[in-house]
């Protein structure tokens, strides 16, 4: 993810600092975003177009610069800034990136469940002494009157459901999200 900002579509969120991110552009650009870190802080930066009014979501095309949106762009502006001043001016913290292969971290055994003891044969044959209760009229007298409550007031249809923006979801084809790049 370091050459998301080194190369990729987070350049923009390079600085004085060794730092890799993610950005993201969300369906219709109703959302930007950028996450980043360094050796030393984790930041998310986001952008929402919401309705004046807080009824649902619009698109931010045109809105914080001209054309799209994305996650590359204010987003990763944002992070670099904020990141920037959170380091005092940056950082010469760098990642550690190196595997020792030869270390082997043996599983935890998972825990046997122990088992719930079956009831002993005499306690399932053993009889009910105990009296069998007489009912009594009003047990027995079927009920009178409709059992089903009347609704009070009728629906108003089914409920609405607004989902929520989708952050991207990976696909090398949206000129936001580049594919991964695994690379230190």
Do not use: C, H
């Not at 109703?30 to 984790?42: D, K, L």
């Not at 001209?66 to 992070?79: H, L, M």
């Not at 009178?144 to 009070?152: C, I, L, V």
């Amino acid at each position: 993810m370091t050459g998301v900002v080194r190369s990729g579509s987070g350049v923009n969120a390079a600085g004085n600092y060794q730092a890799a991110g993610k950005t993201g552009t969300s369906e219709n650009n109703r959302s930007a975003w950028f996450v980043g870190y360094t050796p030393e802080i984790v930041t998310a930066v986001g952008l929402f177009g919401e309705q004046s009014d807080g009824t649902g979501q619009v698109t931010l095309t045109n809105t914080v610069n001209e054309g799209r949106a994305n996650g590359g762009g204010v987003p990763a502006k944002i992070w670099k800034a904020y990141t920037t001043g959170a380091l005092g001016g940056g950082s010469d913290a760098r990642f550690d990136l190196d595997v020792d292969e030869s270390a082997t971290a043996e599983p935890t055994p998972t825990p046997t469940p122990t088992p719930t003891p079956s009831p002993t044969e005499s306690e399932t044959d053993k009889p009910d002494d105990s009296p069998t209760p007489t009912p009594t009229e009003s047990e027995t007298e079927p009920p009178t009157g409709d059992p089903t409550p009347t609704p009070t007031k009728s629906p108003s249809g089914p409920p609405s459901f607004t989902p929520p923006p989708d952050p991207g979801d990976g696909d090398p084809g949206d000129p936001d999200e580049p594919g991964l790049n695994l690379r230190p």
